[in-house]
C-alpha cells in the first residue's frame, strides 16, 4: 500500500510546533500538546519534532521521538485519537486489546481506554485528535439515545481494506487545505469546512465497529464476557483452559474459537497478559518489594519465561519498571 509521500504532508510539516533533543523538554512539549503522560525511553538518539496544523475543532499532527520509546498517558479521556505510522511500527495496547500498528493498520483510540505504547526507533506517526465534545454532538445525531453510552471502538483499522482507504483518503484531502486557514489567506467556506470535519468523524463512527453503532466492540458474547471477568476475579489462583471453559460454560474448544474471533488471541494468552498488566501494576505502586513477589501475588507458578514476556509486552524487563518506581 502506498503511504503519504513528503509532498502531500509538507503543508503539516510547515507547521512545526518543536524539534529537540533532550529528553526532558520533549515529554514535556509532548505533554503539553497532546496529554500528560508517562514516557520512557528505551535506547537509540532522540531527534524528537511535532508538527501540528488545525481544521476547526480538529488538530492533525506529525510526531516522532527518534529513540525507541514507552508511553503511557493512561485514558485520553477527553479526546479520541486516530494514530497513523508513516514510518517504522509501533504495538498499541488499548486496554488489553493490542494493535501492532504500521503504515498499513492505524488504531483508533477511545477517549476511555487504558493506553499503553511502545514505538520503535525512528518511528513517525500521523495522528487525528478529536475532542470529546466534537464527537458528543455527531454521535447523539446520527445515533440519537444510542451515543449516550460509552464510547469504545474496536481499535484496529487496515488502511489496505476499503473502509480504511476511503478514511485515509479524506484525511489525505484534508491536509492540503491548511495553508488556505492561515490568517491573510483566501479561506473557504465556514460551513463546507465543518462537513469536511464531520464526514470524517462520521465515517470511522459509521465504519468502526463501536458501541454506539452496536457493532462487535459494544457488548462481548456473554460466555467470552464470562471468561474474562472469571480471570480477573482469579489471577493468582492456578487455572487451566478448562477451569475457564467450565465457568464461563463452554467447551475448550468453542471458548478458544471465542477468544480468536473477538479478542485476536487465545484464552491463556489472555490470561497472561492480564497477570503481566496486574504484575506491572504492583511493581509501579510498590505493593512488592521485587520481581519475584509481584510475579507469584499474580499467579506466575513458573518464573523462567516471565521477564521474556513482560519484556515482550512492556518494552523493558520487569526490574527496570521497579527500579523507574523506587
Known amino acids: 500500500?502506498?503511504?503519504?509521500?513528503?509532498?502531500?504532508?509538507?503543508?503539516?510539516?510547515?507547521?512545526?510546533?518543536?524539534?529537540?533533543?533532550q529528553q526532558d523538554e520533549t515529554r514535556a512539549l509532548v505533554s503539553e500538546t497532546l496529554k500528560e503522560h508517562r514516557?520512557?525511553?528505551?535506547?537509540?538518539?532522540?531527534?524528537?519534532?511535532?508538527?501540528?496544523?488545525r481544521f476547526g475543532a480538529l488538530t492533525v499532527c506529525t510526531l516522532r521521538y527518534g529513540a525507541e520509546v514507552q508511553i503511557e498517558p493512561d485514558k485520553l479521556q477527553?479526546?479520541?485519537?486516530?494514530?497513523?505510522?508513516?514510518r517504522g511500527r509501533a504495538r498499541i495496547d488499548c486496554g488489553g486489546?493490542?494493535?501492532?500498528a504500521d503504515p498499513a493498520c492505524a488504531a483508533v483510540i477511545a477517549p476511555n481506554r487504558p493506553l499503553r505504547l511502545h514505538w520503535e526507533a525512528g518511528c513517525e506517526q500521523l495522528l487525528l485528535k478529536i475532542p470529546r465534545g466534537k464527537?458528543?454532538?455527531?454521535?447523539?445525531?446520527?445515533?440519537?439515545?444510542?451515543?449516550?453510552?460509552?464510547?469504545?471502538?474496536?481499535?484496529?483499522?487496515?488502511?489496505?481494506?476499503?473502509?480504511?482507504?476511503a478514511w485515509r483518503s479524506m484525511m489525505g484531502g484534508l491536509i492540503p487545505l491548511l495553508p488556505t486557514l492561515d490568517d491573510g489567506a483566501p479561506r473557504p467556506p465556514a460551513a463546507w469546512l465543518d462537513q469536511l470535519e464531520d464526514t470524517l468523524v462520521l465515517h470511522l463512527l459509521y465504519n468502526q465497529p463501536n458501541t454506539w453503532r452496536g457493532g462487535p466492540a459494544a457488548t462481548p458474547p456473554r460466555r467470552l464476557a464470562l471468561a474474562e471477568a472469571y480471570m480477573r476475579a482469579h489471577l493468582a489462583a492456578p487455572m487451566t483452559l478448562k477451569d475457564i471453559a467450565r465457568h464461563a460454560g463452554a467447551s475448550d474448544t468453542a471458548l478458544?474459537?471465542?477468544?480468536?474471533?473477538?479478542?485476536?488471541t487465545t484464552p491463556m494468552n489472555a490470561l497472561r497478559a492480564l497477570r503481566l498488566d496486574a504484575a506491572r501494576q504492583r511493581l509501579l505502586d510498590g505493593a512488592c518489594a521485587n520481581v519475584t513477589e509481584a510475579a507469584l501475588a499474580v499467579g506466575f507458578g513458573h518464573l523462567g519465561r516471565v521477564s521474556e514476556y513482560y519484556r515482550e509486552r512492556f518494552g523493558e524487563l520487569p526490574r527496570q519498571t521497579l527500579r523507574l518506581a523506587q
Not at 256 to 264: I, N, S, Y
Open 1 to 21: 500500500m502506498r503511504g503519504w509521500s513528503p509532498l502531500e504532508l509538507a503543508p503539516l510539516f510547515e507547521r512545526r510546533v518543536f524539534s529537540s533533543t
Open 97 to 100: 486489546v493490542q494493535v501492532d
Open 78 to 86: 477527553d479526546f479520541m485519537l486516530v494514530q497513523v505510522p508513516l
Open 256 to 264: 478458544t474459537r471465542l477468544f480468536q474471533e473477538h479478542r485476536d
Open 39 to 53: 514516557l520512557t525511553w528505551k535506547g537509540g538518539r532522540v531527534d524528537a519534532r511535532l508538527n501540528r496544523g
Open 135 to 165: 464527537l458528543d454532538a455527531i454521535g447523539q445525531r446520527a445515533f440519537g439515545e444510542a451515543a449516550l453510552r460509552p464510547l469504545d471502538f474496536s481499535p484496529a483499522l487496515r488502511l489496505d481494506h476499503p473502509v480504511g482507504a
